[in-house]
């Protein structure tokens, strides 16, 4: 369950992390703030997916390889 909600948020806040940098660069002169959090979203973001989605296929093999060792004993 976890797993799922970490990727699931990562992905969402890397996705609104681009759209606030695009808005912080959209402008004449530049909101640094707003580059600084678009760029901590997306990295955050991407780093939170992929830890979500290794947690998940690793605890999807171990319930995998549980149902292996029931079934042929």
Known sequence: MFARLLASLGSVAAAVGLVVFGM??????????????????MVGGVIATVIGGLIYR?????????????SQG
């Open 24 to 41: 912080g660069t959209a402008f004449i002169e530049p909101d640094d703030s707003l580059v600084n959090l678009g760029i901590i979203l």
């Open 58 to 70: 690793a605890s999807l093999n171990a319930s995998t390889a549980a149902n292996r060792t029931t």
